[in-house]
């Protein structure tokens, strides 16, 4: 296993309902990210939170919404969720080094939520 | 704008043979292009990585080839085996920004 675990594996929700993804990251890095998995689409990244600042990728919809408490658990909050948010929302981190210069950092996945919206 | 392009889609190969994956890229201000594998039910894990400085890469198997002024790279698999069928995805990255990822290869090893 890669140190990243997320639950639940499995998530079947209305588009009422609101809901939300866990995922810890064991391996003490300090910079955690969500990306999108759809079918036949490259993975999207979504957020990210390094060094406790969130950058955000404007063309995220505000229906996800997420919080990072610490720099081992991120969160995505859903609600009012569409169908076409049906996918694999994987949830990654790495070890971002302070200071200049071009940071190369190996990300490490967790095994992803599939979501499934009805 | 997909900044990472990524073929072919799927690729089928027989057991002992090379398997070649290529990617092309627009930003020129990438400087990190790393290659992941993934699995059925799993997440990606990182296969290599190269950056632009070097044309080349080997670890084991597998080999990454870069031309920067082509803006393009390859993954090659030598002695593909059935337990490399797997999606592979390339990416790059500029500094500290997240990865850019292609849509991915879905490659088949038939024993």
């Known amino acids: 296993e890669t140190g990243v675990t997320q639950t639940p594996r499995h998530l079947v929700m209305g588009m009422t309902n609101k809901k939300s993804l866990k995922c810890e990251q064991h391996l003490g890095h300090n910079a955690m990210y969500w990306y999108k998995q759809s079918a036949k689409k490259p993975l999207e990244l979504m957020f990210v939170y390094s060094l406790e600042e969130r950058v955000e990728n404007n063309s995220v919809p505000s229906r996800f919404s997420p919080e990072c408490p610490n720099s081992s658990h991120l969160f995505l909050h859903l609600h009012t969720l569409q169908p076409e948010d049906s996918a694999l929302y994987l949830c990654a981190s790495s070890q971002k080094l302070t200071g200049a210069g071009s940071n190369q950092e190996t990300q490490y996945f967790g095994p992803g939520t599939r979501l499934l919206v009805l | 704008q997909q900044q990472v392009k990524q073929s072919p889609q799927s690729l089928i190969v027989q057991k002992g043979g090379i398997s070649i994956i290529n990617c092309a890229y627009e930003?020129?201000?990438?400087?990190?292009f790393p290659w992941y594998q993934q699995f059925p039910g799993k997440g990606p894990a990182l296969l290599i990585a190269?950056?632009?400085?070097?044309s080349e890469k080997k670890e084991g198997r597998f080999t990454i080839s870069f031309n920067k002024s082509a803006k393009q790279f390859s993954l090659h698999i030598m002695d593909s085996q059935p337990g490399d069928s797997a999606t592979y995805f390339c990416?790059?990255?500029?500094?500290?920004?997240?990865?850019?990822f292609g849509k991915g290869t879905h490659l088949i090893i038939q024993p």
């Open positions: 990416a790059a990255s500029r500094g500290a920004d997240g990865l850019t």
């Open positions: 190269i950056r632009p400085d070097v």
């Open positions: 930003n020129t201000a990438f400087d990190y």
